[in-house]
């Protein structure tokens, strides 16, 4: 029966982790431009919109990579802050690597500058939520 709650508890803290990452992405993305989007009028149900959208694409894309890095943590019984702070920025930054924003000229283009840094913070976000909700406690299970 431990082990079922444990579970549980799991899938929440990923869900609400990717709630998270979004948060931290939209606000990144949406920060440089925030004269734009007050002076044109955007309600912050917008915004929510925009971060409801984003975290079922987070988790989608992310699912079997955090998979894997969660079932390792959950066996070792790693319950270290830093360490799920760190596997979620590398794991945010390696899931971008595919990912090509240069503009016409091969140059990167300038809305997307900050797109890696973005990632990693959103990545970092991520881990530390999962960390609070159910890293803290991995491997009690056992």
Do not use: N, Q
């Amino acid at each position: 029966m431990a082990v079922i709650g444990r579970l549980l508890l799991m899938i929440l803290a990923y869900a609400l982790a990717c709630v998270a990452a979004s948060f931290v992405f939209t606000l990144g993305a949406l920060t440089p431009h925030w004269d734009d989007i007050s002076s044109a009028g955007l309600p912050p149900e917008a915004i929510w919109a925009i971060i409801a959208v984003g975290a079922p694409i987070i988790g989608f894309v992310a699912f079997l990579p955090v998979l894997l890095i969660v079932a390792v943590a959950e066996g070792f019984g790693w319950r270290s802050v830093i360490l799920y702070a760190a596997m979620g920025g590398v794991l945010a930054l390696a899931l971008s690597c595919g990912i090509d924003l240069t503009g016409d000229a091969g140059e990167p283009a300038t809305y997307f500058a900050r797109e890696r840094e973005m990632l990693a913070a959103s990545g970092i976000a991520g881990g530390l939520v999962y960390w609070l909700i159910a890293g803290r406690k991995a491997g009690a299970w056992k």
